[in-house]
């Protein structure tokens, strides 16, 4: 018989995060227990492999202090004279003045570490040095974490491998709109290897447009449309491959410290995580009678045999709706599942993938109006002058004939990112506009990132639009096509057809209107 042993809190003399190593100074911080930087730092365990990482870094921080031109003992020198004669200093200026002035404003040392403005952001030991209310209430979180992985039997706990590649993991911490606090043990998939730690990743979900189709065909037919989310979804997933995955910082069980976890299931952060949990939940699917849509994975239709009543399932990752006319077989699908995963029941829906969905009567209103103004602020375009257009008139993006800064192709990425999912949910008036400036996204200029920002503008304009379907509607559905002859000056090929509201490329340039008839061909 397998026994567990609860994992004892504690810190490691490491970081998790190799990329964002921080100085974090030589007494390590015991979870529970507020710092005291008199006591003398217990030596380290060298049989940690962990703890070469942190010698490198010590290295590479007194040679990073010994190439700055500024060390310890000449900022006491300056002090030092500054004491004797501020004055003098004053009137003399140079060097001498500026290393006072810095030395005053940055003093060597800088005292409690202040952590990041976003969450997302933290690591474990910024939580560690957080005041000991909000310190414990974290620490819960990553209990409950924990607590979950073993009760799903994600892993085992065994000897570290010899000759196997070890993933390395780190918290990563959030707040709920409920303001529930969460942490989530996320692997660092980068770290491994593809052809002996995974092989196929792609992991399919459903399609906006096939939304927005169940939301129309739910105010035709007067459905119910109730939701849910599956809680830490992936751990069902089954990993077909061996890995082996470092005990969390923090919280080592005592007495194994020096042991890996083996996993059994998915974990968050693993390039198979999304496919394995897709896998599970089709084969669950099809064992519970529905059938699976050919041409959207994310779609499932339940038919009862008695009199044909349908119930359609729309599923991305963890969040489901279950849409149908029967209220009380729609309920009794709905249970049957969540007897299957542990999920969080949320009653009639009233948003899924960020989209806020509002009946009134027979009307199905949707809206991102939420997450909009989360764009518009990080875009720092919130009480910006309102655009009457998507783009100025004519306006036609050039590329750029010089090179990008790593910084303005950051900033400029995320923009149109943002955009781009606001586009692809609700609002499909300015879809032109984007597409056309994300051509230039791994290469953009100024004037690129002026458009786009306009193209915010715009949106200012237009934060309290909603797509309406109206179930008392006597048109039914209506599909339609179009098309242009492809004449325009840059990327002709763009000549665009509709389909449930979708703007796609074009295979071929049409130069005749029977070119109208391919968009239908090539759809299907």
Known sequence: MRTHREPTPVISSSSSDDEEEEDMGSDPIPAFVLPQPESPAPSPDRSDPDDDDDD??????????????????????????????????????????????????????????????????WTYRDIASLPNAERKEWFTACREELEALRRRDVYDLVDRPKGRKVVKNRWVFDVKTDGRKKARLVAKGFSQVEGKDFDKIFSPVVR??????????AALEDWHISGLDVRSAYLYGKLDE??????????????????VFRLKCALYGLKQAGLAWWRTLSESMKLMGYKRLTNDAGLYIYKRHSDGELVVVIVYVDD?????????????????????????????????????????????????????????????????????TPLPAGYIPAPNTGQATPELRSRYQKVIGSLLYLMSGTDRIWAFAVTKLAQHAA???EDHLSKALHICRYLVRTKNYALVYNGDSQLGLIAGTDSDLGFGPIHSTLANW???????????????????????LHRG
Not at 242 to 259: A, N, T, V
Not at 370 to 382: G, H, N, Q
Not at 498 to 520: K, Q, R
């Open 56 to 121: 490198d870094d010590d290295e590479e921080e007194e040679s990073e202090e010994e190439s700055s031109g500024q060390s310890s003992d000449e900022v006491e020198g300056v002090l030092r004279a500054a004491r004797t004669d501020v004055a003098q200093l004053c009137r003399e200026g140079g060097a001498s003045l500026i290393q006072f002035l810095i030395a005053k404003a940055i003093p060597p040392d800088e005292g409690e570490k202040v952590p990041p403005a976003n969450v997302r952001e």
């Open 208 to 217: 906006f447009e096939t939304v927005r189709l169940i939301m129309a065909l």
């Open 242 to 259: 061996e890995i082996y995955l470092e005990q969390p910082e923090g919280f080592r069980i005592s007495g194994s410290e020096h042991k």
């Open 320 to 388: 489901a709706l279950f849409c149908g006319r029967d209220k009380k077989l729609v309920a009794l699908l709905k249970a049957h599942f969540m007897k299957k995963w542990e999920c969080r029941d949320l009653g009639d829906a009233k948003e899924f993938l960020r989209m806020r969905i509002t009946r009134i009567g027979r009307k199905i209103f949707l809206d991102q109006r939420a997450y909009l103004e989360k764009v518009l602020d990080r875009c720092a375009m919130t009480n910006a002058r309102p655009a009457l």
């Open 443 to 445: 290469n953009p200029t």
């Open 498 to 520: 509709l389909y449930a509201e979708v703007s796609e490329l074009c295979i071929l340039v049409g130069f005749t209107c029977t070119e109208d008839h391919c968009p239908l």
